[in-house]
């Protein structure tokens, strides 16, 4: 079974290019994540949807970030415009809320650099 | 603001010998509790969950939950080498649809 796939893998851009970073969810997961690592600050979560709906996006840093998931198989992160502080890895994750919180699925990641 | 906390580590055992790494979290509401690996430049991969108080078993990896106590724990027994990593507690946030906190996770080094 396919995993959670991201794209890019890699993605070097300049400071103030619009960024939008892919993720296509485990089939049949009604729950993505979109999560945030650095040596300082950990995986961080960003937002979350449940059934393409936005749950949660407290964790967005500011109005350049943006998610959209239009159906249960597709969903982007866009940043607009770019600052090298936003250089990190981003992460994927997807589950299957059955009413217990079941293990989240990562993908493999999309390292940003923003020169 | 929920917490979970980890040793940082680097935590270093021996080839064979049990590797013991803990977490404690803040949210007493939390249902689920999650152990990840992650290698370095790699996503972090599921180790082990568990819901209910007491140990849970599969293979070399045991996981132990004290809801009382607020801590969760992963023993790695007959260490070797390539468990060497960093692991990853993630706790969820009561009535939070699915929502994990981590912690900064515990770097494993196990020698041969």
Redesign the interface.
Known sequence: DAGVIQSPRHEVTEMGQEVTLRCKPISGHN?L?WYRQTMMR??E?LI?F?NNVP??DSGMPEDRFSAKMPNASFSTLKIQPSEPRDSAVY?CAS?L?DG??Q???????TRLSIL | QKEVEQNSGPLSVPEGAIASLNCTYSDRGSQSFFWYRQYSGKSPELIMFIYSNGDKEDGRFTAQLNKASQYVSLLIRDSQPSDSATYLCAVDVYNQGGKLIFGQGTELSVKP
């Open positions: 729950s994540f950990g995986l979560l979350y449940n749950i949660d992460f589950t809320r217990r919180n293990p989240q699925h990562f993908g493999d990641g």
